[in-house]
């Protein structure tokens, strides 16, 4: 079965930074796409970065370029989101996605960004 577990979430000041992880398991990881998205309250789900299978292609929305970066370790069949500079607005919870023929998501991990 696949399963993507997200972690890495939880509260910080404006300015500051986490790393998000994202552990898969239940197919052949390097094989895959894999995609970041977030959900703020009333809002849109929105595509937040996009990873090739070997890693080698990345893509970023406009408003996160520069502060987030996107990565792999296909050894370890985890995707990092590492969350640079955060402003208010990047409160939402954040959720990892495998792309293909069938999508799966990941439960979600909460990133509140406050003063």
């Known amino acids: 079965q696949v399963q993507l577990v997200e972690s890495g979430g939880g509260l910080v000041q404006p300015g500051g930074s986490l790393r998000l992880s994202c552990a898969a398991s239940?197919?052949?990881?390097?094989?895959?796409?894999i995609d970041w998205y977030r959900q703020a309250p009333g809002k849109e789900r929105e595509l937040v970065a996009t990873i090739s299978s070997s890693g080698g292609f990345t893509n970023y929305a406009e408003s996160v370029k520069g502060r987030f970066t996107i990565s792999r370790d296909n050894a370890k069949n985890t995707v990092y989101l590492q969350m640079n500079s955060l402003k208010p607005e990047d409160t939402a919870v954040y959720y990892c996605?495998?792309?293909?023929?069938?999508?799966?998501w990941g439960q979600g991990t909460q990133v509140t960004v406050s003063s």
């Open positions: 996605k495998r792309t293909g023929f069938k999508d799966y």
């Open positions: 239940g197919f052949t990881f390097s094989s895959y796409y």
